[in-house]
């Protein structure tokens, strides 16, 4: 009980560091102190982890379920401050939302274009990429748009992201306790200091995708795969790059949640074709030319071109997928890895990525996924000077690998604990 009460004061302290982040200013000049003080939350977040149990505790679980929630649920109220913080994705989130609760289709045009002159609001001009239509998929859109007239700006996607990132807590708690996993990795997720501060100030929804996967998961292993196509369609439709977790998923959700995943999907999309929607235009402008902090793809582009990188990108992927289709793996293990591949070889790995394999980390007591979120802080300091920022992401990867080897050593030297 006293260590349960000194986790839940340090938890405390985690969101005191990131409060205290709000007044240091969002300048890019002011990238220093707030690394600074996430990085005394992360010192924190490490003593507190350490006093909750690693492995499954009948006794009190409830009053830790109940601890790990509140604390997490502070932890991503601190940093909040109602408006976007050195991010402009917020901004795009509102304006698509806004798009479709007018009864236009987000996928035909660009914001730019003279079609949508009349629907521009005062977010307009913050907003990047003006240029490109939408990458974000339907159910996204959908929930930016039911949510627009309860609040018509940018907060609501902070606050989305918050509630969606907070939401993952329940099916990731159901499948800890099914792999008899401690709290302490319930709490590795919802009182990371990283993940808190990026959905509370830069409001990503890919807490939403991460959440319906979770569930596919829960419901797969209840042996409900109809609910788990259905869900994984929604995550797909949230975020598309969840599909690649569908051919390593197929041997369990079996034709029927294959067939229920394609139905559900096909008809979330075809009345924005129906439309004259081009719902590839804008994930393909991603896919062609966004880059930001790579790292084994950084190194492919400096030996083969860019072309040459992004189509080894492409082969690694589809090479770890179909392995794991054809091997059978677990479920849980399947999506991590393949999600992980995908984060490893992508041209861009923005910090709120590590949301995609955030889960499955803990769900196997990684320690490398914790490691991986401190050192993905050095991505914020591109801000200041996108020189510094390709500088620092050599220490930032050299972080991660050394952890990961590490790891790797130790468990192949210590005995599974099951």
């Known amino acids: 009980m006293i ?33 600074a003080c996430t990085v005394a939350a992360f010192a924190l977040y490490a003593a ?27 932890v991503h109220i601190a940093p909040f401050r109602g408006k976007p913080v050195r991010d402009t994705d917020a901004y795009r989130y509102h304006w698509d939302g ?25 977010f307009y001009d913050p907003m990047d990429y003006k240029s490109v239509k939408t990458i974000y998929p339907p159910l996204t859109q959908a929930v930016l748009a039911a949510t627009y007239f309860a609040d018509p700006t940018p907060r609501r996607a902070l606050v989305l992201a918050m509630v969606g990132n907070l939401l993952c807590l329940w099916p990731l708690a159901i499948l800890l306790r099914r792999h008899r996993v401690g709290l302490r990795w319930l709490a590795a997720y919802g009182w990371n200091p990283l993940l808190a501060v990026e959905f509370a100030t830069g409001g990503h929804l890919d807490p939403l995708s991460v959440m319906l996967l979770l569930w596919a998961l829960v ?11 259905v869900m994984l369609a929604l995550a797909i439709l949230s975020k598309t790059q969840i599909l690649v977790v569908t051919p390593v998923l197929a041997r369990r959700l079996g034709w029927r949640g294959i ?60 090479t770890v997928v179909t392995w794991l289709a054809l091997a059978g793996a677990d479920p849980v293990d399947a999506c991590g890895l393949a ?11 923005f910090p709120w990525y590590l949301s995609w394999v955030l889960p499955f980390a803990c769900l196997r007591r990684s320690v490398t996924g914790l490691v991986a979120s401190l050192a993905l802080l050095a991505s914020h300091f591109h801000q200041m000077s996108v020189a510094l920022g390709k500088l620092l992401r050599w220490p930032e990867y050299a972080l991660i690998a050394g952890a990961a080897a590490v790891e790797l050593w130790r468990r192949r030297s210590t005995p599974s604990r099951g």
């Open 98 to 122: 806004m798009v479709l609760a007018r009864g236009l289709n987000p996928y035909q045009h660009a914001p730019e274009a003279p079609e949508l002159r009349a629907v521009r609001d005062e």
């Open 259 to 318: 067939t229920i995943t394609a139905i559900v999907c096909t008809a979330a999309v075809a009345p924005f074709v129906a439309t004259g929607g081009d719902l590839l235009a804008g994930a393909g402008a991603y896919m062609a030319h966004w880059e930001f902090n790579s790292g084994l793809y950084a190194l492919a582009k400096w030996a083969m071109g860019s072309a040459g990188a992004r189509a080894l990108a492409a082969f690694v992927v589809v």
């Open 48 to 74: 507190a982890l350490r006093l909750l149990p690693d492995s499954p505790t009948p006794e009190r679980r409830q009053g830790r379920l109940l601890l790990v929630a509140i604390i997490a649920v502070v």
């Open 219 to 229: 419901l797969l292993g209840s042996d409900r795969p109809i609910a788990a196509g």
């Open 3 to 35: 260590t349960d009460t000194f986790a839940g004061l340090l938890g405390l302290a985690i969101a005191a560091c990131l409060f205290l982040a709000r007044f240091l200013g969002d300048g890019p000049e002011d990238t220093p102190s707030f690394v």
């Open 339 to 349: 999600l992980g591949a995908l984060l490893l070889v992508s041209p861009a790995v």
